[in-house]
């Protein structure tokens, strides 16, 4: 037999996983980035490194984004959290958002994903670009779902 308390906990997963989902295509794609800091959080590629232009280049832009898509997260958070029992503590909630800050702000500095990718056999999947796919693209939001899931146990469990 399930306790109220295993089933309190799964309804709180449940419920965070699917808000910090939908948070991430609202946050990422419409309301969390500009088109400066996707054009420029990147920044810069090895070829401008090699060239002497600072690697911190480009942190000002993904920086920026991460704290635009983190304040769309929370008050998506903090929305539901007022309208459902939901069962989350305060320290759950930063050490959650803290993973998904750092783990975001990380791949999509870009040059993580391509190293990934030329390192796991898929090195022209990082290059793909046709037929409206891109696999740099594809494997970002991969890796963003995969560190919001873990935020998620994070904001549930602790």
Request: glycine letters at 8%.
């Amino acid at each position: 037999m399930t306790s109220i308390e295993q089933v309190t906990v799964l309804a709180t997963f449940g419920t965070v996983w699917a808000v910090l989902s939908v948070g991430h295509n609202l946050a990422d794609h419409v309301f969390g980035q500009s088109d400066r800091q996707a054009a420029n959080k990147g920044a810069p590629s090895a070829t401008d490194v090699a060239d002497g232009v600072s690697p911190r280049k480009g942190w000002g832009a993904c920086l920026e984004h991460v704290a635009q898509y983190h304040l769309v997260m929370a008050v998506m958070l903090a929305l539901v959290w007022a309208v459902l029992p939901l069962q989350m503590s305060w320290t759950g909630l930063a050490a959650g958002l803290a993973v998904s800050a750092v783990t975001h702000a990380f791949f999509d500095r870009r040059w993580p994903v391509r190293w990934l990718l030329q390192h796991t056999g898929s090195p022209d999947f990082a290059e793909l670009r046709t037929a409206g796919m891109n696999g740099m693209y594809l494997t970002d939001q991969a890796l963003h779902q995969t560190a919001l899931l873990v935020s998620a146990l994070l904001i549930t469990l602790v």
